[in-house]
């Protein structure tokens, strides 16, 4: 959920920290271990390296590869058009009565959801033991790229409206006045009138005909995946290259959900951890009904007002910034890793076994690596 003003900087900035942090002595474990020979991005290069990533064209052709291979098994489906005009197209696999949605790219500055999506996808569509197991127990929708147009314009929003998607699925009066009801709570000032009003609303096309797949697919979970800045994790000198996110507060929720939603956080970090060269976070707190995974968590309205009576348990991953060539690999794995784990738990029942609690032990996101740490008068916010 990054804003790209606030990755840019990161990309420049990073030869200059990772010089004074091995200069310091810094360096960390996690850094050289997941990048050897970093720093992620040549000098004097602004902008991630696009060819690292795939095109629409590009995911659109995988798409329609892993169908072919899948004998069956992968079904890919056009659920409509962006704004431009491009097929909005998910892949549907496995069996199961639990129903697990899979979400990248709905940023289009953030790529790698497409990346890792597909890299699932193949995964499970590639057999074994493993795979069998989870697609006996699981139904996947797997949507590679919610927002192509922003995706090809490398913008975070869409093309049409240049709004935020991921801000765009409905938000009615109840979840309002919740809202601030646990303002209140926090003693926070209430919202006023006009944040209602301006909610968009299934502005965009991309909105309605992800709503509706939604509301006809009926997720108990879903993953979000995202890309943030360059942080540190918590206080110390370690860059955290991978954070656990919930949408909402937990007053938001009702209690199932706000354990399901940590029992998710706390399975994929426990699995990153365990690979080793990921270093997992927190997202910090936010409260954003107007979100996709918010939405789908508060059985929000549709484009005409309509309820699906569904509450999803939905969280979103956010891999770190700085992504050239170099860390395409590990940060398109670790959301793979993520993803296996929270599956795994899912199949085999053990998902709710998980002491939720283990969320809070999760390291904070500390703060942002940034030539705007170093140099704020450039950086007007
Ligand atoms: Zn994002």
């Known amino acids: 959920m990054a804003s790209l003003r606030r990755c840019l900087p990161v990309f ?25 020979g970093g720093p992620h991005v040549p000098p004097g ?22 169908e072919a291979r899948s004998k069956g098994t992968v079904r890919v489906e056009q659920i409509g058009v962006s704004g431009e ?52 127990e699981i139904t996947f929708v797997i949507i590679p790229l919610y927002n192509p ?13 240049r709004i935020d998607l991921n801000r765009d699925w409905g938000v009615d ?38 709503w509706y797949l939604w509301a006809e697919f ?15 994790s918590g206080d110390s000198d370690d860059m955290t290259t991978f954070s656990m ?41 936010i409260n954003i009904p107007e979100g996709v995974t918010s939405a789908s968590m508060l ?9 699906a009576g569904w509450r999803t348990n939905a969280m979103f991953f956010e891999s770190r910034g700085g992504i050239g060539q170099k860390s395409r690999g590990y940060l398109v794995n670790q959301n793979v890793i993520g993803l296996w784990a929270i599956a795994e738990a899912i199949a085999a029942g053990t998902l709710s076994d998980v002491d939720p609690d283990r969320w809070a032990d999760i390291p904070a996101r500390g703060a942002t690596i940034t030539q705007c740490t170093k140099f704020p008068q450039q950086c007007a916010y």
């Not at 004074?20 to 002595?25: E, I, K, P, Y």
């Not at 926090?186 to 992800?210: I, K």
């Not at 009926?218 to 540190?232: A, E, F, K, N, S």
């Not at 059985?299 to 309820?307: I, M, R």
């Open 245 to 285: 996110g919930i949408s909402l507060d937990p007053g938001m929720l009702e209690d199932e959900q706000w354990d399901a939603v940590r029992q998710m956080a706390v399975v994929a970090a426990d699995a990153a951890d365990r690979h080793g060269a990921v270093n997992v976070t927190r997202y910090p707190y």
């Open 218 to 232: 009926l997720p108990h979970y879903m993953i979000d995946l995202h890309h943030q800045g360059t942080y540190y």
């Open 173 to 210: 009066r109840d979840t309002f006045d919740l809202v601030n009801s646990v303002r209140a709570g926090q003693g926070l000032p209430q919202l006023p009138e006009s944040v209602f009003d301006n909610y968009t609303r299934h502005r965009a096309v991309e909105s309605q005909a992800h």
């Open 149 to 161: 147009d922003g995706y090809e314009a490398y913008i975070r929003q869409d093309t049409t409206h």
């Open 45 to 66: 290069q602004g902008e991630p390296n696009r060819s690292a990533m795939l095109s629409y064209d590009e995911v659109q052709a995988e798409l329609v590869a892993i």
């Open 12 to 36: 420049r900035m990073w030869l200059v920290l990772a010089t004074l942090l091995v200069g310091a002595g810094g360096v960390t474990a996690v850094a050289s271990a997941a990048t050897p």
């Open 85 to 136: 005009g491009r097929a909005l197209r998910v892949a549907y696999i496995g069996t199961g009565d639990t129903r697990v949605w899979i979400q990248g790219r709905i940023h289009g500055n953030e790529p790698y959801g497409a990346e890792a999506s597909l890299a699932f996808l193949k995964k499970l569509a590639a057999g074994g033991k493993h795979a069998r197991d989870l697609l006996e």
């Open 299 to 307: 059985n929000a309205p549709g484009p005409d007002g309509e309820y």
